[in-house]
């Protein structure tokens, strides 16, 4: 499974190719949103610290790490700050995630980094924001996204809320949120040669997310309850149901014509009740519940493959790189014996690509230095850097 395209003439694919970030590590939503910045062509250098921390994985295993490269620079020892801040001098973006005002005494805050490169793009990830009440509150994904109401539309009726892993907090309504707001920011600071700071709380862009459910809530058409509307699994046509086999199938027949070809292609077109009567709703429900039982995932893909009535088998993360369409797209690559997401989305001219591996902490100091025209950033490291336009 490979992506198609070619890199840039500097060896760097995609779009960003040529932009500078430094990456304070981090865990979760930095990392992450560094990745996606790496994956668009960025040259990313991520700054680690010694002996690492918090919650991680095998670094050998962690692609939110890859395209990158590490150094390794204790921000709390002499000359640590100093060293950093020579990044800044020649970066475009610098992210980092910790609480408010550790980066401040730790001596790369805003302030400190924007003394040396007015043009810097400065993105902030917490969760609960720069300032507020509970800013200064320890917190992960799931505590976050709670207060916003996000949290409490998954589930079922009467059973607790579903936890989305953290792609909901994290990711989306962190990671992506900072990446907007860099890319929107970047712009402003080539246009108008000044910097800012791109403050991304998770809580903020949870809300966010949820912008069209509010505008539904208002007009009457959603239920702040959970397993009662149209796109939350209370309507017996946008829902999951378990085959004969104890897999799922994914069912999001909402139009008419969809719904028409999926109960037909079910068997119950002269049985169901009308989908349009919500008090029979339960009734359709355990109609199309007991029809899925009576075959396999497998069995009911192939009765639905080829149409239109939006019906999907429920795939394992193993599972799915092998389904047809996406391997046929490449969704999925293999990298360094890694099989993973690949960069997403696509682009006609300045094609991504998995250029690298999960970075190793460290591995990079010394072409980092050279690269970036620094001096070298740790004791013992003797690299010269290298002279400008050679």
């Known amino acids: 499974m490979t992506v198609a395209g070619t890199e840039t003439r500097d060896g760097h694919g995609g779009p960003l190719a040529g932009v500078r970030v430094v990456e304070l590590a981090g865990i979760g939503p930095g990392p992450f949103a560094a990745m996606l910045l790496a994956d668009l062509g960025a040259d990313v250098v991520r700054v680690d610290r010694p002996g690492g921390g918090g919650l991680t994985i095998d670094p050998e295993y962690d692609i939110t790490n890859r395209n990158k490269r590490s150094v390794i620079v204790d921000l709390k020892a002499e000359g640590g700050a100093e060293r950093v801040l020579g990044l800044v001098d020649r970066a475009d973006v610098l992210i980092e995630g910790y609480r408010p005002g550790i980066a401040e005494r730790l001596g790369v805050g805003p302030a400190d980094c924007h003394a040396r490169n007015p043009k810097l793009v400065y993105g902030r990830m917490t969760g609960w924001g720069q300032e507020g009440p509970l800013a200064q509150r320890a917190g992960h994904d799931i505590a976050y996204i709670a207060p916003t109401g996000t949290l409490g539309m998954f589930g079922g009726p009467d059973e607790p809320p579903a936890i989305p892993v953290n792609l909901v907090g994290d990711f989306a ?20 040669g000044t910097g800012q700071v791109v403050d991304a709380a998770i809580v903020d862009g949870t809300a966010h997310l949820a912008s069209m459910i509010h505008g539904m809530l208002a007009a009457g058409a959603w239920q702040d309850r959970r397993g009662a509307n149209l796109l939350d699994g209370g309507a017996p046509f946008y829902s999951t149901y378990e085959t004969s086999d104890g897999q799922y199938m994914a069912v999001g027949a909402l139009e008419q014509r969809f719904y028409g070809e999926f109960i037909d292609l079910l068997g119950l077109a002269d049985t169901a009740p009308a989908r349009g009567d919500l008090s029979r709703w339960g009734e359709l429900r355990d109609a199309v519940a007991a029809r899925f039982k009576e075959r396999t995932r497998d069995e009911w893909t192939a009765v639905f493959e080829g149409s239109d ?54 591995a990079d100091t010394a072409s980092v230095a050279r690269d970036w025209d620094v001096p070298a950033l740790t004791d013992d490291e003797p690299t010269e850097p290298q002279k400008k336009g050679s």
């Open 309 to 362: 009535a939006c019906v999907a088998p429920v795939l394992s993360l193993r599972e799915a790189p092998h389904h047809p369409h996406l391997a046929a797209r490449g969704t999925f690559v293999d990298h360094g014996g890694i099989t993973q997401p690949a960069p997403a989305p696509r682009f006609t001219r300045t094609p991504t690509a998995v250029r690298s591996g999960p970075a190793r902490p460290g």
């Open 173 to 192: 309504g962190g990671s992506l949120y900072l990446v907007v707001g860099i890319l929107a920011a970047l712009h402003h600071a080539r246009a108008t």
